[in-house]
Structure formats: C-alpha cells, structure tokens
C-alpha cells in the first residue's frame, strides 16, 4: 500500500494499468489529448500492487487514477469529471497541464 | 476404453460387452456400437454402473465380483435383476436401431438405488436362479423396448411438426418485413443463445419508445402553451428520468448478449448509420441542437461549444480503446500455434489463446457501459447550461430528431424493390 501511495505522489498525474485492460488505453489517451504525461505503471507482474489498490478502495483497481497524489477514480469517474470540467482542473491545479 | 475392464475381469465379461453393443450406445448416447465407447457419460448415478464401461469403479463390490473368475453368467443376469425397473426417459436418448433384441437391456443402466452394490450377495444366489422369473424379465423388456420405440416415433413427429411450423413462421416474418414492418433480426441462427436476452430487450425497447412518445407530447403540450417554469421543470425532470432509463436497459441487456447491444441491432437502420459504440455520438448531437436552442447568450454558446469539445475528446480516448481492443483479439488470435500432436501442449496453447481471447470480448461491455455513461453525462451537464425553457425544447429537438431516423427506416424497409 505504501508503495502505491508513494508511486502516486511522484508525479503530477499517475495511472495504474495493465497491458491487457483496453479501458486503460482510452484512459491514457484521454489524458495524452489533455496535454498531461501521467506516470504510467503496469501492474500485470505484481499482483501485490493491484491487491493494494484495491485495499485502498480502488474498484475497480485497474485502471487508477491519481491526480496531485489522490485517488481521483477509475475510468467511469475519470468521464464524469472530464465531462463536467472537473478533470482539466485538477490536472491544472497539480500542474500536470497548464491550460 | 471400455474393453479394460473386460480384460481384468476375465473372458465372461468380454464376451458380455460383444454381446450387447446396442445397450452401450443407448446408454451413452449417440456414441458408436462397440464397446469400445469411449465417453463415460458425466450423468452421477450412471457412474455406478459403468464399470462395464470402462474407468469408474465406484463401487467396490463391483471390482470383487470382476475380479472372481468363476462368476459368469449368473453376474450378468444379477444385472439384469437389479434393473429390472424399466427406464422411460433412458432410451428417448437413443439415435441407434432400438429394433435390435439387444434391446432388451436398455434398461440397464439408470437405477440407482440398486446399483451393483446389491450384487455381492451374488455368489450365493446363483444356483437357486429360476428359469421362469428369466422369462418373465425378458418378456418385461422386451414390452419396455416396444414401448419405447413407440414413444421415439412419436418424438420425431413432433420434432417434424414443429420444423414446418418453423418454416412457415420465417415465409411470414419475410414477408412481413417487405410489407415494411420493421422486425428486429434477432434470430440469428449461428447464436441460439443471445436469442432471448435480445428478444427481452427488444420488447423492453418498443416499451421505452411508447413511454417516450408519451412524454414527449406531454412536453410539447407544455412548451406550447406556455407552462410555467415550475411546471415545466417536472416535466424536463420526468422526461430526463426517461430518457435515461435507456442506459439501465441497455446495460442489463448487455450482459445477456453485449453484441446485440454494441453493434445496435436493436436500432433502425438509419439510426445504425451513426451509430458508435451502440449509439449515438454526443458531440454530433450537440451539433445539431445548438440551431434549436436560439436564442442563446455569448456565454451560453461558449459553454456548449466546450461541452462539445469534451465530449469529442472523451469519444476519441474511446474509440482509440476499442480499436486497440480489437488489434489485440487480432493478435490474440492470428498467434502461430505450433504444430499440435494430439492432447499435447499444442491443445493447451490453443486453449490458453482462446481464454485471453474470451477475456478480450468481455471487455466489450465495459466500452459500452463507458459510452451510455459518456452521453448521460454529456447530456445531463446540457441541462446545467440551458434554462427550463431550453431544454424542454433540447429534449423536443433530441426525440424529434431520432424519430425521423425511424421513420426514415421504416420508408427504407417499406421501399418498392424490384
């Protein structure tokens, strides 16, 4: 869990993914179209790490988003803020974007 | 398979198995004539009584006796004793010749409350065995026997009766369809199991669709006449409410089949036109409101211009998802498997591509349930930038736009064609 959290705070913008899960690619696009580089971290050889996810109430784990360090959601939340501009802020407040 | 244990026993049981290859493939289905029938049916109380069929010894009484040379034919008409209670439903299952004397035994395998544990008291009973009590068995199965090829014969009718009414069910739905009903397609014959979860759906929508019309009247009537906004208010709210039950059915539904679903089956053809990850792009929509919604402030332009952007963008991430789904099962299944000696790793490589190919398809319905939830959304923060006044009108423009695709459709179906 630590690990996680500590992954998450390294960067502006975090996404856990898995190189199966396509749902994480159109993640990932969303916030490449955004202008943000989001640390991106496969998790399909750690089992430890998506346990953790989950532990920290991440549902589902994959993919997880973090946004200034805090869990923002999954790809369902991720549309629900990006739609009501909540996401563009966000990411302008943690200084992943600047516009 | 079933030769094994005829070699363990000793030439008596050998000579059984020759000498009722029918009763075998009765049991098992349409499975072969020999002995040899290699498939041990997966039905439970069978398994008691396969010993002669090769692998299960369930019961231990059973290896006993096979292993007892001097027990010969009396263990077969043991076995004929203990089942003696003919088996109605075991021999419907047969394709073979039920004409055939062997027959009589049909009834041998489907007792499971005298399964050859009984037949340990066997040694003892062998030479008191009547000859007239034979007889009588015999005579039993041979009525049992009778009576189910009766009963066979009558299951064919059935099943022919019902082909032709199936024949002239489709002659009626095809000519309907050139008459321009519209009839959704959902018997396709290479799926028969979304066939009912698409048909629930189908009926849920016409359903959908009435309600719909209802409370778009509602609406208009209030527009029209110029209705408070209050009142107008609950009217938009019920109309919303509505509008967006469609999501709820379609995610429901798409667990029963998520390609009836996606790939809009359950729409009209011009509807199917534009459809995107099954239905309709929000972005396009709010194009095409935005000339209903005159008059509009500087600000409100603004705001719905960006909306539609955001949505744009969210449709782009998506699509970029689903193609890269459908370039992964591409690969998933275009893999070179190697050579495949039989039962060998060959067999397990394949099934290992088709379970992360299964797993693939299953991410369909999570693109779908992201996509209603895109235009729910989409369409809800809509609502926040419009008056009550505007968006009664929105969701005018919306119904009345997507009823002249149906209609389109239906003149389309309706067309003359030579």
Redesign the interface.
């Known amino acids: 869990m630590d690990r996680v959290t500590d992954l998450a705070s390294k960067k502006a913008a975090v996404i856990f993914t898995k190189s199966?899960?396509?749902?994480c690619?159109?993640?990932k696009?969303?916030f490449y179209?955004?202008g943000a580089s989001p640390a991106i971290h496969e998790v399909d050889q750690d089992p430890d790490m998506e346990w953790a996810l989950r532990r920290l109430g991440c549902n589902p784990a994959i993919p997880a988003v973090f946004i200034g360090g805090k869990y923002v959601g999954s790809?369902?939340d991720v549309?629900?803020l990006?739609?009501?501009?909540s996401l563009k802020q966000k990411l302008i407040e943690a200084r992943a974007i600047w516009f | 398979m079933g030769s094994k244990s005829f070699k363990v026993a000793g030439k008596v049981y050998t000579s059984v198995a020759d000498s009722m290859p029918s009763f075998i493939a009765n049991s098992n289905g349409a499975e072969g004539n020999t002995g040899q029938s290699s498939r041990v049916s997966n039905v439970g109380p069978h398994e008691q009584s396969i010993g002669f069929r090769g692998g299960a010894y369930n019961s231990t009484s059973l290896i006993n006796q096979t292993m007892h040379p001097d027990l010969q034919f009396s263990s077969y008409e043991k076995m004929l004793q203990g089942q003696n209670i003919s088996q109605p439903n075991q021999v419907s299952n047969s394709d073979t010749s039920t004409e055939d004397p062997d027959d009589k035994i049909q009834s041998f395998d489907v007792d499971p409350s005298n399964p050859f544990m009984a037949s340990g008291s066997n040694d003892k009973q062998k030479d008191k065995f009547p000859e007239q009590k034979t007889q009588r068995r015999l005579a039993q199965n041979r009525e049992a026997a009778r009576k189910s090829r009766l009963r066979k014969k009558a299951y064919v009718q059935q099943l022919e009766n019902s082909r032709l009414k199936l024949t002239q069910l489709e002659q009626e739905v095809q000519r309907a369809r050139k008459q321009g009903v519209v009839i959704s397609n959902t018997g396709d014959q290479s799926q028969p199991n979304s066939g009912n979860g698409s048909l629930a759906f189908v009926a849920e929508y016409s359903r959908w669709l009435e309600e719909q019309s209802k409370h778009t009247s509602e609406l208009r009537a209030a527009v029209t006449s110029h209705k408070s906004d209050s009142e107008l208010r609950s009217l938009v709210e019920n109309a919303t409410t509505h509008f967006n039950d469609i999501f709820r059915l379609k995610k429901i539904a798409a667990k029963a089949d998520v390609f009836h679903i996606i790939y809009g089956m359950w729409t009209s053809p011009a509807e199917r036109c534009f459809l995107w990850i099954g239905g309709f792009r929000s972005s396009e929509l709010l194009k095409l409101l935005v000339s209903h919604l005159e008059p509009l402030t500087e600000q409100q332009l603004a705001s719905i211009d960006h909306l539609q952007q955001t949505s744009l963008q969210a449709e782009e991430a998506l699509s970029q998802g689903m193609d890269a789904l459908q370039q992964s099962l591409a690969d998933t299944l275009a893999r070179d498997a190697p050579v495949v000696p039989p039962g060998s790793s060959g067999m397990a490589n394949y099934m290992g591509q088709m379970a992360m190919a299964m797993g693939k398809l299953g991410s369909l319905e999570n693109f779908l349930r992201q996509a209603d939830h895109l235009r729910e959304k989409t369409l809800q923060q809509l609502h926040t930038i419009l008056t009550t006044r505007q968006s009664a009108r929105a969701l005018l423009a919306i119904n009345d736009y997507f009823s002249r695709l149906r209609a389109l459709s239906t003149l389309w179906l309706a067309r003359p064609q030579e």
């Open positions: 199966s899960c396509c749902m690619h159109s993640i696009a969303l179209e955004l790809a369902r549309i629900s990006h739609v009501d501009g």
